[in-house]
Structure formats: C-alpha cells, structure tokens
C-alpha cells in the first residue's frame, strides 16, 4: 500500500518522539543516579573517617596506657611525654564522637558507654601515675592488682571494635548500592539507545520507502512523456499539463532530499549526544574514546545541516563548513584562557563526500593538538585552507606545543589511520613538519578530483 505524505509525516514525528522520551529516559536516569553516586561518594568518606576516628581512639588509649606501664615500672618522667599526648588525642576523639554518630544512631548507647569508660580509665592511669609521683608504689600496686584498670581497657575495646564494625558494614552497604547503580545506569543507557536507534532505523526505511515511490512515480511520468511526445501535435494541452506535473514532483523530490538531510543531521545529532552522555558514567580512557567518537559524528553532522539549509545538495562550502566545526570545537576544548583556534579559509567548494573525509581529518589533527601539544592545556592551534595555483588545495593544521619527538606515537593510532584513509579517498598527501617548536599537519589534494 503506497504511503501518503500525512502517514508519512506522522510515522517520521512518532519515531522521533520515541528517540526523544529514550533520550529524555537516559538523561533522567543519568542526573538522577549521579545525584546519588555524588551522595553515596560522601557517605563513603564519612564512614571511613569514622572508622578511622574509631581507629585513632583506640591506639591512643592503647597508647597512653603503654606510657603509663613503662612510667609504673621504671619511675622515669620521659614515659609520660607520650603519656600526655595520646590522652589528649583520645579526649578529642571521644569529644568528636557524637558529631560522627549522626548516621550511626543505633551505636549512641555503645558511644555513650564508651565515653564513660575511658573517663574512668584515665582517671585510673592518673590515680597510679599520681601515687608513683609521690613515691607511693605500694598504693600504686594495690591499685593495679584491683584488676580494675585491665577491666576499662577490654570493655574500650570492645566498644571500640563495635564502632569500627559499624563503619565496615556501613561502608559494605554504601558499595553494594554504588555498584547496583552503576548497574541500572549501564542496563537503562543501553535500553534507551537500542530504543533511539530502531526508531532512527525504521524512520530511514520509511525514508526509503517513500523515496522509492516518488522515483517509481517520476519513471511513470517519464513513460508518459514519451507518449505525449508521439501525440505532441494533437495533445498539447495534455503535454503541458503533464510538464506541470513533472516539475511538481521534482520539487518535492528536491524537497525530500532537503529533509532526508535534515532528518541524517539530527539522528546523528541523538547519537552524538547519546555518546556524549555514555562517556559520563566511564573512567577516562573510556572518556576519551568517546570524545574522538563525538567529534568525529559531530563533523558528518555538520555536512548536512550545511546541505540541509543550502540550496546546493551536491556541493558544499567549505569555509563555511569548517569553520562551523571550528567554531564547534572552540567551545568544546575551552575558552581563550586554554586552546586558542584561529583559522584562515579561503572559499572553496567541494563534493559532500569529500567535504567529509576533509572535516574529519580537520577534526583529528585539532584534536590531537589540544591533546597531545600542550601538556598543560593552554596554547595556540592555527588552521589554514589554501588554494594553489597548480589547482590544488592545502589544509594546514600547526601549534606551537612539543612536536611529535622521537618516541613511540601517542594514543591507540586510530586517528592516524583514519587521516590516511581520508587522504587516500581524496588523492591527497600527508605531511608532517617539525617546526622546533611544535608541529606542522599539511594535507594537499587536487580540486578536480575531490
């Protein structure tokens, strides 16, 4: 059954209105979860500082009663030095207890408890430090064989040891949600581009589908003409009729190309930002993979919003084309304070085919520029177009950063291989130029043939 232009128009805006709520489902999910991801970080930090407040308690306590033995058993003041100190820092830590138990409320009794016992302990330690003071060590014996000060120490420990559990299992269940978070972001992102992408897929068939039937349609003119032709003298009015009808149906040809440009154009649009959201929630390496990939989706993007609003769809301008990629890619690597792009593009016209395989070798050695030229983000990146009296042209990417030196090549050389790809489609040549400082990308090619 041959579709109409209302089915047609329909079918194309519920597709994009899938890939739109699949878009909108990721992002959602995404801000939401890392919300959460930024609260579980902090929760983390918490417990493992109360742990370590657990932790320092005890070694202090642990501490200040190893001085008080040496002091009992030997009488020297030098054991007391440490003595001091750690009683000090055990007071602190038992002073900071209550501020840390917000999250822990179950454990105020035990922390309660704990303050009460190491009160009474220290106050022990002082009572036998005190009676060796004044030369009283039978009192300081006596006092000791009481018992009552090994009594407080294992009952601390034992309070001591509860807090510290507290903030291991804490911990453990902070990481347990981390990771199933992790989990459903991963599942949902994966579910909302397979959604995007069948939407763009059967969007793209009916494309086809309905591009097949104006072609079907303009042959059954074109049969009708060779008719008409035949009959011209006695049919005229038919023939003029049917040239109407002809040019009516180029235009929407016309018109159809213009849109399957525009509709290219946003789905590589979706997927560029579908990329962008993905690189996100995945370490750098992962990041920066991502980034390549966008840019260089960016840059095909971007050939068809240029022929999608001009009036020439088999040409583009490239100027205007990169520096639109340009500009894009300004915004991206920072402002003047960081990457610096400057450009100077002399008019020139090119195939779409070709104007692709120059704007993503354009985008690859700018990209490797503000990588790899300047360690520390902030310099200059010229480019250049020119056009060469023997009828070729010459893009020219330079900085002023380390140049590529002696050693083995930066990154996984995928760009690399794919400037080589793009040269060889455009019969170009690729030279690189050390300029001591930087370096020099140069990429010539004959007009005719691109």
Not at 5 to 27: D, M, N, Y
Not at 101 to 110: I, R, S
Not at 312 to 339: M, W
Not at 345 to 357: V, W
Request: proline share 2%; hydrophobic share 50%; charged share 20%.
């Amino acid at each position: 059954m041959p579709i109409s232009a209302r089915v047609f128009v329909r079918s194309q805006l519920a597709f994009l209105a899938i890939g739109l709520l699949a878009l909108a489902a990721i992002v959602s999910v995404a801000f939401w979860l890392g919300e959460r991801s930024e609260e579980i970080a902090n929760e983390i930090l918490a417990a493992r500082d109360f742990k370590t407040a657990a932790v320092t308690l005890g070694a202090s306590v642990g501490q200040a009663e190893s001085s008080q033995r040496g002091f009992l058993y030997t009488g020297n003041e030098v054991y007391l030095a440490p003595y001091d100190i750690a009683k000090a820092a055990a007071l602190r830590g038992i002073e900071g207890l209550p501020a840390r138990l917000v999250t822990y409320p179950e454990m105020a009794p035990a922390a309660e408890r704990l303050t009460q016992v190491l009160t009474d302990k220290f106050a022990e330690m002082d009572q036998t430090i005190a009676a060796i003071r004044a030369r009283d060590p039978q009192a300081a014996l006596e006092l000791t064989l009481t018992n009552r000060g090994k009594q407080l120490m294992d009952e601390a420990n034992v309070f001591i040891t509860g807090l510290a559990l507290a903030a291991d299992d804490r911990l453990a269940n902070l990481a347990t949600e981390q990771n199933e978070n992790a989990l459903w972001q991963r599942l949902i992102s994966i579910v909302g581009a397979l959604v995007a992408v069948a939407a763009a897929v059967a969007a793209l068939i009916t494309i086809m589908r309905y591009a097949g039937e104006v072609a079907q349609a303009r042959d059954q003119l074109a049969r009708a003409n060779a008719d008409l032709e035949i009959k011209v003298a006695a049919r005229t009015a038919d023939l003029a009729r049917s040239n109407e009808e002809m040019r009516a149906a180029r235009d929407r040809a016309e018109m159809l190309v213009h849109e399957v440009n525009h509709r290219v154009a946003n789905s590589l649009s979706m997927v560029s930002s579908l990329v962008g959201l993905q690189a996100k929630a995945g370490d750098a390496a992962v990041k920066a993979a991502l980034a390549e990939t966008q840019s260089r989706i960016q840059a095909i993007a971007l050939v068809h919003q240029r022929l999608y609003s001009s009036g020439d769809v088999a040409e583009v301008a490239l100027d205007q084309y990169l520096r639109s990629l340009l500009d894009q890619f300004q915004s991206t690597v920072g402002g003047a304070e960081r990457i610096r792009l400057s450009y100077e593009l002399e008019p020139i016209s090119l195939r779409t085919d070709a104007s692709i395989n120059l704007g993503v070798i354009a985008a690859e050695w700018v990209m490797n520029a503000t990588k790899y030229a300047y360690p520390d983000g902030v310099g200059a990146v010229r480019v250049a177009l020119n056009r060469q009296v023997d009828g070729h042209a010459v893009l020219t990417v330079e900085d002023d950063g380390v140049g590529r030196g002696s050693g083995p090549s930066k990154g996984t050389g995928l760009g690399t291989r794919i400037v080589k790809a793009m040269a060889t489609s455009l019969r170009g040549t690729v030279d690189y130029i050390d300029r001591q400082p930087g370096l020099s990308a140069r990429l010539a090619f004959p007009l005719l043939a691109a």
